[in-house]
T-cell receptor, first 115, second 116 residues
């Protein structure tokens, strides 16, 4: 079946530090990969996505590259801000098999950025 | 894109009672889902809400506990029945436009439920 594994948190950084949140996946076929962000007290928002191997998703200074050879989709940002403090979820969508139509989420990584 | 709203945004309920959560999407979506997010946890899919027919439940979730309706392409309700403190969670409604892997899935802001 499908699964997503994220690096354990919480992650605490100072403002302007470099961010990496690791995400690896297990899936058959050719899934699409997503990063969602959940700010305090809010629902999930799509941050970025990549639908095929070697695609790079980017948004708001965040980037992630779909690496099929390492089954990874690590989230990076060159300089984080206090406003980036949130929970980040890596997710996978596989249109085939028994997971048809369903997103599979990682466990989430809490990011706290201090001034 | 789609904007999803939920009502209520939060509620505090007594053990043994039931709460119905409403989900409204501002455009027609092909698929609608209900998720549960327990404190500090990831999202767990409860069921897929099917228009005009019974919802499809995931393992561990049953219709008697979580009845779901979806009368049209933009609206769904989830009822949490005979509540216990273990049902305290955030309940999230979600929708996606299509079935392909390129379609985006959108989420509502969630309903924060506390059961005393």
């Amino acid at each position: 079946g499908n699964s997503v594994t994220q690096m354990e948190g919480p992650v605490t950084l100072s403002e302007e530090a470099f961010l990496t949140i690791n995400c690896t996946y297990t899936a058959t076929g050719y899934p699409s990969l997503f990063w969602y962000v959940q700010y305090p007290g809010e629902g999930l928002q799509l941050l970025l996505k990549a639908t095929k191997a070697d695609d790079k998703g980017s948004n708001k200074g965040f980037e992630a590259t779909y690496r099929k050879e390492t089954t990874s989709f690590h989230l990076e940002k060159g300089s984080v801000q206090v406003s980036d403090s949130a929970v980040y979820f890596c997710a996978l969508y596989n249109a085939g098999g028994t997971s048809y139509g369903k997103l599979t989420f990682g466990q989430g990584t809490i990011l706290t950025v201090h001034p | 894109s789609a904007v999803i709203s939920q009502k209520p945004s939060r509620d505090i309920c007594q053990r043994g009672t039931s709460l119905t959560i409403q989900c409204q999407v501002d455009s027609q979506v092909t698929m609608m889902f209900w998720y549960r997010q327990q404190p500090g946890q990831s999202l767990t899919l409860i069921a897929t809400a099917n228009q005009g027919s019974e919802a499809t439940y995931e393992s561990g979730f049953v219709i008697d506990k979580f009845p779901i309706s979806r009368p049209n392409l933009t609206f769904s309700t989830l009822t949490v029945s005979n509540m216990s403190p273990e049902d305290s969670s955030i309940y999230l409604c979600s929708g996606r436009m299509g079935w392909t892997s390129t379609d985006t899935q959108y989420f509502g802001p969630g309903t924060r439920l506390t059961v005393l």
